[in-house]
């Protein structure tokens, strides 16, 4: 019998399709951590600021919950800022 194994998987990309492949599954990495990273910060600022939920926020609970918005947007640009910096450096833009 014959064991046909790999024969029928796509063969690598080479050349200039390899270099677009590489870029397109860097980019998507790139993405990938970065909602990791919001989605961990989410979870951190819920578990800071939010000790019981209820039907209204407290003060409290609310200046918490704005604060953690603020630096949420912070590290938005700079992680975004980071990535176009890395980008560039790579020739990508």
Do not use: Y
């Not at 796509?10 to 919001?38: H, M, T």
């Not at 910060?41 to 407290?58: H, R």
């Not at 700079?78 to 890395?86: D, E, G, V, Y």
């Amino acid at each position: 019998m014959t064991d046909f194994g790999d024969s029928f998987a796509p063969p690598p990309p080479q050349g200039k399709d390899d270099k677009e492949l590489q870029e397109f599954l860097f980019v998507e990495k790139q993405k990938a951590q970065f909602n990791a990273q919001i989605h961990e910060f989410n979870d951190f600022c819920w578990d800071k600021c939010v000790e019981k939920p209820g039907s209204k926020l407290d003060s409290k609970t609310e200046t918490c919950l704005t604060n953690c918005v603020d630096r949420f947007i912070d590290v938005s640009l700079l992680i975004t800022n980071r990535f176009a910096q890395l980008l560039q450096k790579s020739g990508g833009v």
